[in-house]
T-cell receptor
Framework: ETGVTQTPRHLVMGMTNKKSLKCEQH?????MYWYKQSAKKPLELMFV???????ENNSVPSRFSPECPNSSHLFLHLHTLQPEDSALYLC???????????FGPGTRLTVL | TQLLEQSPQFLSIQEGENLTVYCNSS?????LQWYRQEPGEGPVLLVT?????EVKKLKRLTFQFGDARKDSSLHITAAQPGDTGLYLC??????????FGTGTRLQVFP
């Protein structure tokens, strides 16, 4: 497996469910990102991890909880989501200090 | 909040036509990137422009960075159906942080 992978590719969940999104990068990078892509809105940066430490939280509601156990893996834990949280969630990775980010294919999330 | 406005928002053209997509901001960026995103995939980096006034070519795609490093354009010559996708510009202010534009959705019909 090469590049940045994300699982699952599609997820449908109810507002009371708890689920997790997974991202894995095989590029030897040390920075990872979560973005939200909604219709009619620009890509929104949610979280940044650099050297496994969270360096940015872009005013994201606490129902989204990121976890970065090592430099290759990034999770986004979801609980008590709202229908307006339905979106494409993209993971990206880069070298710390570099401006080139490599994106995964995304997880299409639908909250009922 | 720094905002990058792209125009047009949507563009439908016939194969063989030329087109230009614009990316404008009131903020100065150290560099600017262009991405293409196809349905069901994440954005893929096409080019990074760094110097004000810089022009880069990638086959039929020509990218220009404004002299003041606040705006950029993407020109496609003789568009093909394979060029269909969402084109995103992204300004780089501080390293590791990208500010994405509003996007231009291009459809090229055979």
């Amino acid at each position: 497996e090469t590049g940045v992978t994300q699982t699952p590719r599609h997820l449908v969940m109810g507002m009371t469910n708890k689920k997790s999104l997974k991202c894995e990068q095989h590029l030897g990078h040390n920075a990872m990102y979560w973005y939200k892509q909604s219709a009619k809105k620009p890509l929104e940066l949610m979280f940044v991890y650099s050297l496994e430490e969270r360096v940015e939280n872009n005013s994201v509601p606490s129902r989204f909880s990121p976890e970065c156990p090592n430099s290759s893996h990034l999770f986004l834990h979801l609980h008590t989501l709202q229908p307006e949280d339905s979106a494409l969630y993209l993971c990206a990775s880069s070298q710390q200090g570099g401006d080139t980010q490599y994106f995964g294919p995304g997880t299409r999330l639908t909250v009922l | 909040t720094q905002l990058l406005e792209q125009s047009p928002q949507f563009l439908s053209i016939q194969e063989g036509e030329n087109l230009t997509v614009y990316c404008n901001s009131s903020s100065v960026f150290s560099s600017l990137q262009w991405y293409r995103q196809e349905p069901g995939e994440g954005p893929v980096l096409l080019v990074t422009v760094v110097t004000g006034g810089e022009v880069k070519k990638l086959k039929r795609l020509t990218f220009q960075f404004g002299d003041a490093r606040k705006d950029s354009s993407l020109h496609i010559t003789a568009a093909q159906p394979g060029d269909t996708g969402l084109y995103l510009c992204a300004g780089v202010r501080n390293t590791d942080k990208l500010i994405f534009g509003t996007g231009t959705r291009l459809q090229v019909f055979p």
